[in-house]
């Protein structure tokens, strides 16, 4: 019982933490939308789908809907999902300022209220870290996938820095480095301290990824995966790039095992 309190507790911090955020992470994500990078993160997307096909796509985690717009825009049907009420009214809106239709469900990611198999293709970015209980979160993305489905997913060891020292010299070299460049430092205009306190709770904060995630999602049931973990250098800019040098994005593109296979 203390455990469950404790994990309420946990997501209850997470969610209200990204409800002060939503706005300046919309705003963030509006200027993807309107950038060079709409282009970059649609080729990348895309570039894991046959042309032509309509797939049933799944976004968890949707924050400001970025990917859901991107994906709904190429002509998917896609379903957007998050439990942070003020990311789903900013994602409703950049949705409509797009034109680009979506249904958005608010929801625990852990736990999806979607009967199994229904999902061509799963995505996420910056999510996993987040969750209270990331192997549980993956066998329910994995439920939901046909059979031959893939998850898409983006993450990056963000506060790992908090239990490695090597990370946390890293992490210093980056902001002096965005100091020296004269470039925004990301972590300024954040409230960093409430959002460690909530990532020393997290179990993937202290744990070096992406080789966690590939085990678990093989023992979900996954058959096939990719990964890339330089990802970053193809989607972020320069700013990002400095901002993050210490943290690089990954990429895991894991398939579920067709019936026919």
């Given at each position: 019982m203390t455990n469950k309190i404790n994990n309420n507790q946990l997501l209850n911090d997470v969610t209200r933490y990204w409800n002060i955020r939503a706005e300046s992470y919309s705003e963030s994500n509006q200027q993807e939308l309107l950038s060079e990078k709409q282009q970059k993160w649609r080729h990348l997307l895309l570039g894991h789908i046959k042309e032509?096909?309509?797939?049933?796509?799944?976004?968890?985690?949707?924050?400001?809907?970025?990917?859901?717009i991107?994906?709904?825009?190429?002509?998917?049907?896609?379903?957007?999902?998050?439990?942070t009420q003020g990311m789903l009214l900013e994602a409703k809106h950049n949705a409509q300022t797009h034109q680009a239709n979506i249904q958005f469900i608010r929801?625990?990611?852990?736990?999806?209220?979607?009967?199994?198999?229904?999902?061509?293709?799963?995505?996420?970015?910056?999510v996993t870290w987040n969750l209270k209980a990331p192997e549980q979160a993956y066998s329910e993305w994995f439920r939901v996938l046909k059979p031959g489905g893939s998850l898409i997913n983006f993450d990056a060891n963000w506060y790992l820095h908090l239990f490695d020292e090597n990370y946390w010299q890293g992490f210093v070299a980056d902001r002096e480095r965005s100091a020296e460049k004269q470039v925004e430092d990301h972590y300024v205009n954040t409230d960093t301290k409430e959002m460690e306190r909530i990532a020393r709770q997290l179990p993937l904060s202290q744990i070096k990824r992406p080789q966690w995630d590939i085990n678990t999602l093989l023992e979900v049931g996954f058959s096939r995966y990719m990964i890339d973990t330089q990802i970053g250098d193809f989607v972020w800019n320069e700013e990002e790039k400095i901002n993050y040098g210490s943290t690089p994005m990954f990429m895991i593109h894991a398939q579920k095992q067709r019936i026919d296979d």
């Open positions: 032509g096909e309509t797939l049933k796509v799944l976004d968890i985690g949707t924050g400001p809907g970025f990917f859901a991107l994906l709904a825009l190429s002509g998917h049907d896609v379903t957007a999902i998050d439990a929801g625990d990611v852990h736990q999806l209220p979607f009967a199994s198999e229904q999902f061509d293709l799963v995505v996420s970015r910056n």
